[in-house]
């Protein structure tokens, strides 16, 4: 059985690629590289086996790979991802960081010791990846024999092989997602569209960090201050009498690289709102606040980098995968 240890992710760089990153490797990796991509390759791998840094991937990476029309493609490219990642996978719960992260705000505030939250982005495992355990149920079997299937279940998931046989062999289609992607693209079209009557630039940007932040981040602040027991009182004084939105948001990354993505992506208004967008910002949400380095595309990464969020971070953001190099 494949082993699912807890590493120590203090010690190790995390490197999230984006779909092109791991595309690049694979060019690389079974193609005729150069002397300069060979060396790269021989780092990554080493890095990789050493232990030095982790590759995750992600629900995007996988499912983007598993919707490649050419069966080779897909199963050299999942072979590989499997190969370098170690079967290392970010939690798809971007949300749930946040959460984290709100109640290490109130913690801090309290004094009370923090949450380590690189624990809850990366671990191995096919659950981890899909953010919840498949359990077979069933009225007409005993208890033990359920047992027995679902520990058998869970040790076939947590094969890698299993999973690269998944990705590699069913291609990934869910129409109903797709129609929901499209209705949220009608909807930030929405937005952006009303965003547009404020002139001034920056207005503009508090205005749609302020409307984000009382949709997503508000409730959930309300919510996780009520469930650790602190005082209304306590939370308004520390949190609320001088409020300003940038020191506040900047204090939570996730909702921070969110809302400065989605901003930034709407501020080209000659470019239309593509379907991808959804999982672009939705994997850089999750992976620019708790990696170390970012590999994506060239777009993203200006437009991250414009807004210093590699600063506000800490985190190394790349548009080329063989800008890695000097960094491992």
């Known amino acids: 059985m494949f082993e699912l240890n807890i590493f120590n992710l ?4 995390i490197v999230y690629l984006d779909q092109k990153g791991w595309i690049d490797l694979a060019k690389i990796y ?3 590289p150069t002397v ?33 029309k050419k069966p080779r493609w897909r199963q050299d490219l999942a072979s590989l991802m499997i190969k ?5 996978t970010l939690t798809p719960y971007w949300d749930r960081m946040l959460e984290l992260e709100i109640q290490n ?38 208890p033990k024999q359920l047992e027995k299937l679902n520990r058998w279940l869970q040790e076939k998931l947590d094969d890698p092989k299993t999973l690269e046989f998944l990705i590699a062999n069913q291609p990934y289609h869910d129409p109903q997602l797709k129609k929901k992607d499209l209705i949220a693209v009608k909807t930030f079209e929405r937005i952006r569209k009303n965003l ?34 602190v005082p209304a009182e306590f939370v308004k004084k520390h949190f609320f009498t001088k409020f300003d939105i940038d020191d506040f948001i ?22 239309p709102i593509k379907l991808n967008d959804m999982e672009d910002i939705w994997h850089l949400t999750l992976s620019i606040p708790h990696s170390d380095i970012v590999v994506t595309e060239k777009m993203w990464a200006s437009i991250a980098k414009r807004a210093k969020l590699d600063k ?4 190394v953001i790349l548009s080329s995968l063989k800008d890695l190099d000097k960094f491992l």
């Open 105 to 142: 705000l109130i913690l801090d505030k309290v004094g009370l010791p923090l949450i380590n939250i690189r624990e809850h982005f990366v671990r191995k495992g096919f659950s981890w990846l899909m953010g919840a355990q498949l359990i077979a149920t069933s009225e007409n079997w005993e």
């Open 250 to 271: 900047e204090k939570l990354p996730t909702a921070l690289c969110e809302f400065t993505l989605l901003f930034q992506r709407d501020q080209q208004l000659e470019r």
């Open 196 to 229: 547009r009557s404020i002139k001034d630039n920056e207005m503009r940007r508090k205005a749609s960090f302020l409307q984000n932040t009382y949709a997503t981040v508000f409730p959930k602040f309300a919510r996780i201050a009520y469930d650790m027991g």
């Open 36 to 68: 300069v991509e060979r060396e790269l390759l021989k780092k990554i791998l080493q890095a990789s086996d050493g232990g030095t840094a982790v590759f995750p991937f992600s629900l995007v990476n996988m499912s983007e790979t598993a919707s490649i």
């Open 30 to 32: 079974y193609g005729n």
């Open 10 to 13: 203090n010690a190790n760089k």
């Open 312 to 315: 506000k971070c800490n985190t």
């Open 84 to 88: 370098v990642s170690k079967y290392c």
